[in-house]
């Protein structure tokens, strides 16, 4: 069977080539009505684009690397679920790059990246999308990125976050509505703002109405299940037991409700138990888990195509959006 081409494409739709690049590229400057056209044909003649040829003639390599160091293999999951929405409307491939070094070494690691890989951007997960080193590095080589979930300001890169304060406000208020006082609060890791971002929401709510914050109710996590364990153990001890425990996110938070169960303390009878993220678990375990949902998938699939279309366009306008948490109830919190 005769392989086909750009050009059989392009003289099969009764278009020029460059428009059939267009369509491909998904670039502006093409009437609907054509890109329609050209598409049906991708699919009618069953077009698969040479990557390395295509690559070739633009001078890029179409793949879009992704950093992370999170210990949330559902986080990661959610991430990499939004790029590759992104990737596949432009006909991008992503890498995934898992990374845990910091300072010269991680910039070591990236330049490296960057040289093997020859990627045409990155998108920045927490807490590489906070570290000004990284962020100045990039710029310094000319190379586009996207922040996801960052807190850093800066009008000159792509941003997309959530209100993670807000969130934690929210989700703190509304255990203080069902009558919870004693509220205690397990912290995320340290090198990401949203640890500090989620910690603040709780405290200002607890201000806003009128209750003491208590240094003893607070425990350090690292957002794995493994430091919400322990930091379960820490609170379940004290004496009194607090009425409600407030988790950075949702595995923290179920580390939680199995020692409260091993224990034969009830939920949320005895204790109520809430998390942050809406992670999967959050749904699967019971009771079900109240929480903040975070639109990972959301966030990560706007930063990444954004990204996309300022490689394609570096004249285009920086992008920078924060978008809504809401908070979702479940069985895991009641009325103390």
């Known amino acids: 069977m005769k392989k086909v081409t750009i050009n059989s494409v392009a003289e099969y739709a009764g278009v020029s080539k460059k428009t059939v690049s267009r369509v491909l590229n998904n670039e502006p400057n093409v009437s609907p009505a054509t890109r329609e056209k050209v598409l049906k044909v991708f699919k ?150 949203a640890t500090e971002k989620r910690f603040s929401g709780y405290q200002n709510a607890l201000l806003k109405h009128g209750i003491e914050y208590k240094e003893k109710l607070v425990a350090e996590g690292n957002f794995s299940y493994h430091s919400g364990a322990d930091s379960a153990k820490e609170i379940l001890d004290l004496e009194p037991m607090p009425t409600a425990v407030f988790a950075s996110n949702d595995y923290m938070a179920a580390a939680v409700l199995k020692l409260a169960t091993q224990r034969r303390i009830r939920v949320p009878e005895d204790i109520s138990i809430a998390g942050f993220d809406n992670a999967p678990i959050a749904r699967h375990i019971w009771p079900g888990l109240t929480t903040i949902a975070q639109p990972v998938e959301e966030m990560t699939r706007q930063a990444v195509e954004q990204l996309i279309l300022q490689i394609s366009d570096p004249s285009t306008e920086v992008y920078q959006k924060v978008l809504e948490a809401k908070l979702i109830t479940r069985e895991s919190t009641a009325a103390k």
């Open 44 to 193: 009618e003649l069953d077009y698969k684009p040479n990557p390395i040829a295509r690559g070739l003639a633009r001078n890029k390599s179409f793949i879009i690397g992704c950093l992370y160091d999170n210990p949330s293999k559902s986080y990661i999951t959610r991430v990499q679920s939004g790029a590759l929405e992104a990737c596949h409307k432009f006909n991008y491939n992503l890498l995934i790059h898992p990374c845990e070094l910091r300072g010269d070494e991680l910039i070591e690691n990236v330049d490296q990246l960057l040289t093997t890989s020859r990627l045409d951007g990155l998108v920045l997960t927490p807490p590489f999308s906070d570290s000004q080193v990284l962020i100045d590095f990039l710029k310094a080589q000319n190379v586009p990125f996207a922040r996801v979930a960052s807190a850093l300001q800066d009008d000159t890169s792509i941003s997309v976050r959530s209100n993670d304060e807000q969130g934690a406000y929210e989700l703190t208020e509304h255990l203080i509505s069902l009558g919870h006082k004693e509220i205690a609060f397990i912290k995320g890791h340290p090198d990401h703002s």
